[in-house]
C-alpha cells in the first residue's frame, strides 16, 4: 500500500484525499492544500473496528496462565509477556540449583516456587478486576 505525504498512514493508491489527514493528492510530492474531511459518528463506527477487551478474561489469563505471559499478551503488552515468560522460566532454573542448599528437594522447591509466582499473579489479577485497567491502546476493559 501506498503512504499519504503528509502523515506516513497507509493509503489505497487510488485515493485523492488522504481519510486520516485529510491531504488532497496524498500521493502527489507538488501539492500543499488540505481539505475539509467530514465523517459522521455512524460511518466512522463503520470504519473502525473497536476490539474492547473483557475484565473477566484478563483476570483469569493473569491469574493462572500469566506464568508464560498469557495474560500480558491478552492485554496488548506484548513485551512484558515475554518478559514474565523469561522471568518466570528463569526464576525456576534458578530454584533447581538452590534446592541441593537449602535442604528442600526439587519438587518441594518447585512447588514454592509456583506458589510465590500464583500469589503474585492473584494480587495482579484483583487490581485488575477492582481497579479501571487498561489495556496497551489505553481502552478501559469492559
Known amino acids: 500500500?501506498?503512504?499519504?505525504?503528509?502523515c506516513d498512514a497507509k493509503i489505497d493508491p487510488?485515493?485523492?484525499?488522504?481519510?486520516?489527514?485529510?491531504?488532497s493528492n496524498p500521493l502527489d510530492k507538488s501539492s500543499n492544500s488540505t481539505s475539509d474531511l467530514v465523517i459522521n459518528s455512524t460511518t466512522l463506527q463503520d470504519l473502525v473496528e473497536f476490539d474492547y477487551k473483557k475484565k473477566?478474561?484478563?483476570?483469569?489469563?493473569?491469574?493462572?496462565?500469566?506464568?508464560?505471559?498469557?495474560?500480558?499478551?491478552?492485554?496488548?503488552?506484548?513485551r512484558t509477556g515475554l518478559v514474565f515468560l523469561i522471568f518466570n522460566i528463569i526464576l525456576?532454573?534458578?530454584?533447581?540449583?538452590?534446592?541441593n542448599y537449602i535442604g528442600f528437594t526439587w519438587w518441594q522447591l518447585l512447588l514454592l516456587v509456583l506458589a510465590v509466582i500464583f500469589v503474585v499473579n492473584l494480587i495482579r489479577g484483583l487490581i485488575i478486576l477492582f481497579t479501571d485497567y487498561?489495556?496497551?491502546?489505553?481502552?478501559?476493559?469492559?
Open 1 to 6: 500500500m501506498a503512504k499519504c505525504r503528509i
Open 14 to 23: 487510488r485515493v485523492f484525499v488522504c481519510p486520516y489527514c485529510g491531504c
Open 56 to 78: 473477566k478474561t484478563a483476570v483469569l489469563l493473569t491469574i493462572f496462565l500469566d506464568i508464560i505471559g498469557l495474560g500480558r499478551r491478552y492485554l496488548g503488552f506484548k
Open 92 to 99: 525456576l532454573g534458578a530454584s533447581f540449583f538452590v534446592c
Open 134 to 142: 487498561c489495556d496497551a491502546n489505553g481502552d478501559l476493559l469492559e
